[in-house]
Nanobody, 127 residues
Framework: QVQLVDSGGGLVQAGGSLRLSCAAS????????MAWFRQAPGREREFVAF????????TYAGSVKGRFTISRDNAKNTVYLQMNSLKPEDTAVYYC????????????????????WGQGTQVTVSS
């Protein structure tokens, strides 16, 4: 069982930056693939970024590639999402997600691939 706590959201002007954090409980954090998703009002939850349990592989949605960076600190049981050059269309509730890592990668962009979710943190970007 893994419990995830998201934090770091807030209100920022377009062009600004925020760093989200997701703190995980448990002593096997380094066995879990981690991801960030987001959901805007009236829209489906969408994939943002993924990082392998080893930290050696990352994947991004096209809409955030080059602006967002996912990273993890296994010693601190924490995954981060550094968001730069924020746009109003980035406004959403952001959720971290976890699944047990394995040699099978599968579809990392599918929300159903993940077993554990944080409570979400609101990010609002004003124009």
């Amino acid at each position: 069982q893994v419990q995830l706590v998201d934090s770091g959201g807030g209100l920022v002007q377009a062009g600004g930056s925020l760093r989200l954090s997701c703190a995980a409980s448990g002593r096997t954090f380094n066995s879990y693939d981690m991801a960030w998703f987001r959901q805007a009002p009236g829209r489906e939850r969408e994939f943002v970024a993924f990082i392998r349990y080893s930290g050696g592989s990352t994947t991004y949605a096209g809409s955030v590639k080059g602006r967002f960076t996912i990273s993890r600190d296994n010693a601190k049981n924490t995954v981060y999402l550094q968001m730069n050059s924020l746009k109003p269309e980035d406004t959403a509730v952001y959720y971290c997600a976890a699944r047990l890592g394995s040699t099978f990668l599968g579809n990392v962009k599918r929300s159903g691939s993940y077993d554990y979710w944080g409570q979400g943190t609101q990010v609002t970007v004003s124009s």
